[in-house]
């Protein structure tokens, strides 16, 4: 006779408050496959911990925003956001795609020239770009975001000594009425810096200013603030028009649009709170198209999209180690995939499925990660199944900045997969070995021999 | 170890035990658990039956039974073993 | 013989404890409906929720899922209870839920054929407390004035403008009122470690607390309005006691909220009346209060109407009722046998 499935035996209070089944955040649901693709398979073939990433997903999703902007807006452009996630495949399905490329730095720009991004579709954003950066933008024919007054003498500078005209933006910061506000990248709009580094490009005609940039935040959920951004960028393109003559090509909206998940704290879930990419839309192209522009002089509308286009195609897949009961009698359960792989679990409730069947009870249990760090926790309480050593758990939501900034402390960093349209799994990053930190380190001669 | 005499196990897991007033959910391994228990089962002829029934190596059964146990003595479901 | 319809009706907020949620009181009302008669159904979110052992009220009880749990989940159970009982029309009692119904509330009515009678979304975040002030001043509503603070600078500021005493507020929950900046800036800590920011300054009103009970049908009419005045308060601010007050003034103001918003549903006003005899807006509850009974003990039962406009009958708005009608409200111990708080408990259904 086959044996059953076995269980963990459970006894958990009943009458303490707030607990039953029926009610508690419950996340006991298991996710087997993604896409039509086994997570057991996966982890099997590829090792755990492993990112994987949907294709499928990932297109819906760029495919839905641009027609929500499309339908609303007659030239729109979106630029994808480098930073969010530069793994050169997630990078190159957004081109295939027509998205452009949108970088913050030297690296991502020469990663983005790479992947084949002709030099007048990067977007070149961040404080910090150093000469032999804007060099390079220059040369290009990139349009350069310019973030503060010493980047704009010093990129007036260079303009002068290599005789061309750079395109520039400048990035503009203002009050929308959310909190905080970020003011530390661009000029201001209220007080009039940005209206003052208008008048300074302009005034000595080395500069070729033909767009205007703002990012208002990160993990937005009020459309209205972004209403109140696209007003304050029209207008200051309106003006530019009247004082100076010059008509603004684009007007860059930057990204920030929250994604699906929930932030920790929160009472509601993400996936039920988060504002469709249609209302942020919305919100931006009425405020434009009721600015007062000339139809003939309607600017670009660019976007820089990327955490509500890739989070919800990127998941975690991990083991659980061992599971113990702490000494104030709650559960913990110990994963091979931390922090160092999972950066947004400090300010998310991520999403936890189980990858294989369960019974219907479940306890609440704390994640740990695998390092040796206390600061390494997953979930502070989550309500899952009685979990065993080696069983697998999915972690949804992380396709956004996870990869970018998971890191190599303690333990090296593991391998990413794609899934295709066709439901075939392509490695996309092969997971690290100890050469891919030790290669770049050197000992000194007399530090090399020792006995003990 | 003993199951307390008035404690009142359901079909359902509910456990009451009257001496506390508290309520609990048990699952169905650990029903079949505390009836064993019950019947004056002892550890190992507790954790041999269980490992005829359900797939699960044996370390880990002993473990987890363990673990049961001692949520068991701490909720005061079972009389704390003699010495 | 009657030719009533029978309804069966899912009601929320069983807790009729202290501080009691509506629902035993939306029950009293349905079960007093002239029109139709009713099979009650108790959606409870704790195993310990009075009314799910009430069976004169409750029919049957069936455990939801928690807002928190998500929509989905919500929608799944509410499908499977629909599948046993045929729910006609649903009662979500608690601001805290009713996001999630208000989202929900087409899918419950075009494929379980559950019907409800809600504020829209617009109209419900716009009533928020973080947007009442803006709210009065867009329908001319008077609102005492309040800031959103963010820091300790904002907050010293904003209060010293307004004087003291202030009354300091949690986004969600919490209030207390300030006599002094040091009392501010404690309470600003207090509240907003349990509830984060922003922290709500606002104008402290002297007066007299005065509430209102009514239903908007959604195009600009006041179905029915009463008017209470506290008599006694709990430790927890709750009313134990009330009466009925025909306030013309309260009314007119009711109906201008009404008219202006569209506001379509039930709500309670909260009122404060200043010794000048000033009305100022202190919080609109997009519901019914859990006083809500008084309202058909004083002639207009606003919780049959509510049904009726729900399950598309046409329903003549109400202007009269009972003025010096009291409640007063009292606690009950009831005797429980231990399998319907196990049957709760473990299948979630009683």
Redesign the interface.
Known sequence: MA?????????????TGMTN?FGTRTEYRPMTHIDHVAVKDLLQEFGSPLFVFSERQIRNNYQSAKRAFETRYPKVQFAWSYKTNYLDAICNIFHQKGSWGEVVSGFEYKKALKNGVPGDKILFNGPDKTNEDLKMAIENNSPIHIDHLDELYRLTEMARELNKKPRVAIRVNMDTGIYPMWDRFGFNYENGQAWDAVNKILSNDVLDLIGLHCHIGTFMLAPSAYGIAASKMSELALSIKRQHGKVIEYIDMGGGFASKNTLKGAYLIGADTVPEISEFAEAITSAILNAGFDKDELPYLYLETGRALVDDAGFLLGSVISNK?LSD?RRATILDFGVNNLFTSFWYDHKVSPAQEF?M?TENSVLYGPLCMNIDVVRENVSLP?L??GDQLVVHHVGAYNFTQSMQFITLRPAVVLIDMKDETHLVRVREDNDSVQRYEQVPEYLKPFKL | MKVKKNVAL?D?????NPSSG?????????QE?IKMLNEESSEEEIIATLL?????ERD??EK??R??F???E??G?VKPEEA | MSDKPKYTIAVTGLNAIDSPGPGIAVIKSLKEAQSFDVRIIGLSYENLEPGVFMRHYVDKSYQVPFPGAGMEVLFERLAYINHIEQIDFLFPNFDAELFNYIKLQDRLSQELQIEMVLPTLEQFEARHKVNLYEYGQKYDIKVPRSEMVFTEADLSATAKEMGFPAVIKGKFYDAYVAYTPDQALNYFHKISSKWGLPIIVQQYVYGTEVNVCGVGDGHGVTIGAVPMRKLYITDKGKAWAGVSIDDEELLEGTNKMVERTKWRGPFELEYMKTSEGDYYLLEINPRFPAWCYLTTGAGQNQVEDLVNIGMGKKVEPKKEFAAGKMFVRYSEDMIVD?EE???I???GEL
């Not at chain 1, 044996?3 to 009458?15: A, F, Q, S, V």
């Open positions: 044996k059953l499935l076995y269980e963990r035996p459970l006894i958990t209070p009943l009458n089944k009961r009698g019974g009870h009685p065993n050593a | 359901s359902s897991g509910f456990l009451f508290e309520s609990y959910s048990v699952n169905p391994i650990g658990i005829e029934k359900y797939n699960v880990t059964l987890d039974i673990d049961f001692g949520m068991l701490l909720y479901v | 231990l708080f196990e049957k408990s473990t299948v």
